[in-house]
């Protein structure tokens, strides 16, 4: 509807509804879609309150009020429902659907003023209940998800609706809690601040609880490693790192001859040719090596690492002085208890206030302010002291940085790939020059360009369609 009242062919100048609570709910989503109505020339009316659309100042705010106490119908209609539902899941009944796996078992039905309200609570389904000991099993074994699906649809089984498995089905089967009989819900925040519960023996346990943890570890290992199996899949080291300086596109992964020149190509010269950007074509192996070699020269040094470790010592003996969150609001608020404390005795002192009129309230401020005393000796009693930082040893430094040079030389672009992801912030070219900005707070971090020995691979090839 907006669409339509904001585009050229404008289809209406009116819009009506039966009450203003039909047009929104929420003030600001309200004032916010009658702002747009307003500038296209839009009116909306209200058939029961005659005072929306008018211009007068007091139907105005009238309109604001009836707009107010509609958000507040809906919001605490809400929280309501939201009460009655976790005190029926608390007593072990259900107000959702049970997942695959379990069934309702109907405890019986009571007659409402407006509908049926059925009670019920999970029972285990024996026949689906099987189908997630297998996929359990299966996954224990080390058959992944895809093989799991293919192995259930080809023996027939099917969903709780009825469909084929898919591997997002096999997904959330694995990581449902409710499998061991632990009921985790309202974790999901759609409309608003929740409050998540989280009710063990909800369910009847389907996995017994070794056999759920064995896989949740094989499951989060998997996960560990997505990253880098992601990685190996490309031999482009540098993907989404260099940047043209001349457009501030991207560079993107490029082929040309069926795969047999490799090159990093601007993605607006990709998309539009020469006329959007002229930027040069740079020899994958050239740029990658020149990368490379800069870091161990500019990184992996003894004295640039003795640097970067002597800056995070540093850091972290200063961060110990500064007070946490909670010292300093107590701070604030003794200082503003000491203050107002003080106007009263001057007051006092002054003749302006009876003895009879500020006795208790000088009292109550002596009061909070001893409180609030004794919470900042607490906290500064329960503050840990000053811990000691020792410099590494420098025969393992050098090892580190060793065993950090034989890596880039010898692992997998995998392995390499999460390093440059760590420590280089981008790769930008201007024209042969490619300069390399870090992450890391060291003096080498500035922007220095260096020119890779023929950035360009051999003449006449251009890249063709096959981008990684």
Not at 391 to 412: G, S
Request: one cysteine or more; glycine letters at 6%; a positive charge.
């Amino acid at each position: 509807m907006l669409g339509d009242a904001a585009s050229k062919s404008h289809p209406f100048d009116t819009i009506i509804v039966h009450k203003l609570d039909r047009f929104s709910r929420d003030s600001l989503e309200s004032f916010t879609s009658k702002a747009i109505l307003k500038r296209h020339k839009v009116r909306l009316i209200s058939v029961q309150e005659p005072v929306v659309g008018s211009d007068a100042p007091e139907d105005a705010f009238m309109e604001h009020i009836l707009v107010g106490m509609a958000e507040f119908y809906s919001k605490n209609l809400a929280r309501e429902i939201r009460k009655g539902l976790t005190e029926r899941i608390r007593q072990g009944f259900l107000v959702f659907r049970p997942p695959y796996g379990y069934r309702r078992e109907v405890i019986e039905k009571r007659e409402g003023h407006k509908r049926l309200r059925t009670i019920s609570r999970p029972i285990v389904d024996d026949a689906a209940a099987g189908v997630v000991r297998r996929i359990f099993e299966l996954c224990d074994r080390g058959v992944g998800y895809k093989e799991i699906t293919k192995i259930l649809n080809s023996d027939g089984l099917r969903t709780a609706q009825g469909k084929r498995f898919a591997s997002n089905h096999i997904y959330w089967i694995l990581r449902n809690k409710a499998y061991v009989g632990v009921l985790e819900y309202n974790f999901r925040e759609r409309y608003g601040a929740v409050e998540p519960m989280t009710i063990p023996g909800f369910y009847p346990a389907i996995i017994d609880q070794e056999l759920f943890d064995r896989v949740q570890r094989k499951l989060r290992l998997s996960a560990a490693n997505w990253r880098n199996s992601y990685a190996n899949r490309t031999t482009y080291l540098l993907s989404g790192l260099v940047v043209c300086d001349a457009c501030g596109r991207r560079y993107l992964g490029t082929a040309a001859k069926g795969g047999k020149f490799h090159y990093y190509s601007c993605g607006s010269y990709l998309k539009g040719g020469k006329e959007t950007c002229a930027a040069r074509l740079i020899n994958k192996d050239k740029l990658e090596s020149a990368v490379l070699a800069k870091i161990q020269e500019q990184i992996l040094s003894p004295t640039n690492i003795r640097s970067y470790i002597q800056r995070v010592m540093e850091s972290a003996l200063k961060s110990q002085d500064n007070p946490s969150p909670e010292q300093e609001a107590v701070r604030l608020a003794l200082n503003d208890v000491q203050t107002r404390l003080q106007r009263w005795e001057n007051a006092l002192e002054s003749g302006e206030l009876s003895i009879e009129h500020a006795a208790q309230r000088i009292k109550e401020l002596h009061e909070q302010r001893q409180e609030l005393l004794n919470k900042k000796q607490a906290l500064d009693r329960n503050r840990p002291g000053v811990k000691r930082i020792s410099a590494i040893p420098t025969a393992h430094m050098d090892a580190y940085v060793a065993e950090m040079q034989r890596r880039l030389a010898v692992k997998q672009i995998g392995s390499k790939r999460e390093f440059l992801q760590e420590v280089l912030k981008e790769v930008r070219v201007r024209g042969n020059n490619v300069s390399l900005t870090y992450k890391l707070p060291l003096r080498t971090s500035e922007v220095r360009f260096f020119t890779p020995l023929r950035l360009v691979g051999p003449p006449g090839f251009e890249p063709g369609t096959n981008r990684l």
